[in-house]
């Protein structure tokens, strides 16, 4: 996904990741995941969730990513960091949908 950049800093919130995640979407995969059914946003959440983990450092080293994950937690929520990340992003996408892009 993404190459090590020198002076790169790691996101240190559920928004960063989604913020820069979306930003390295092209629209056709933003309309993509937008319509997307769940079972098929299954299937691209488990083909992605090596690639995310090892590029925000999730379980190596970005502990306040991870406390940022758990702080957004509740009753209707998984506790997967990851499937949190992957569900604020798919929201996001879905919210992006009244948005006119001029090409």
Known sequence: ????????????????????????????????????TDEEFDLLYSQLIPHLQHDFRLWAGNDQLLMSCFETVDNHTSTDPMRIIMDQLRKQVKSLDHVIIAV
Do not use: C, H, K, W
Not at 12 to 35: F, K, N, P, W, Y
């Open 1 to 36: 996904m993404m190459d090590p950049i020198q002076g790169y800093t790691l996101p240190r919130t559920v928004d960063e990741v989604v913020d820069e995640l979306i930003s390295d979407m092209t629209t056709q995969q933003m309309i993509a995941m937008g319509e997307m």
